[in-house]
């Protein structure tokens, strides 16, 4: 079977079990956003340097967010496939919880810097936010299960902390923000 199906090619595509929608709706703006998070945690994962601890990490989460896409692509709630749980969210703030206690207490706003793989991390951060956002606005309009909402929430800070953490296991400095060195 090929990929290529040609029935996309008129600005539509199809939810599981509720017919087609426009590609600019709010729900396929949602999956979409997270799977481009799981492309960016799939080049964070290319990194070689990364710690074996946040790679195990990373590797969980991608395939999350194969159920989180699932959920969002199946608004029929009695469709039985993949949906997010409170278990999913739950180990998101297990990981939160180490590495909280590994890290130096943060007293400042920090800037997405550091490693290359620190980088990479507040980049998925920051693409984890925004799937959020566009989970927020499909809930307004739409039905959602809510623990998506909740696990994105976790995971986007779970990126930062292991953002830091990549920072620190390579001897980069974190650099906090200067409200007024801004034009040095």
């Given amino acids: 079977m090929s990929i290529v199906t040609k029935t996309g090619d008129t600005g539509m595509t199809g939810l599981y079990g509720s017919g087609r929608v426009s590609k600019a709706h709010p729900r396929i703006e949602a999956y979409g956003t997270v799977d481009e998070l799981n492309t960016v945690l799939g080049v964070v994962l290319a990194e070689l340097d990364l710690p074996m ?14 159920i989180v896409g699932s959920d969002l692509a199946t608004p029929d709630a009695s469709i039985a496939v993949p949906r997010v749980l409170p278990e999913h969210t739950a180990a998101v703030e297990r990981w939160i919880t180490a590495l909280e206690k590994s890290l130096p207490p943060q007293r ?30 499909l809930s307004e309009k739409e039905g959602i299960n ?3 909402q909740m696990y994105l929430n976790r995971l986007s800070d779970y990126l930062f902390l292991a953002a830091r953490s ?19």
């Fill in 146 to 148: 809510t623990e998506v």
């Fill in 108 to 137: 400042k706003f920090l800037l997405p810097s550091g490693s290359r793989t620190g980088a990479l991390l507040h980049q998925a951060r920051s693409v984890c936010r925004r799937a959020e956002r566009c989970v927020v606005l």
């Fill in 53 to 66: 601890v946040i790679r195990g990490q990373l590797t969980a989460a991608q395939n999350a967010l194969f």
């Fill in 166 to 184: 990549a920072n620190i296991s390579h001897g980069c400095p974190e650099t906090e923000v200067d409200y007024e060195g801004w034009d040095a």
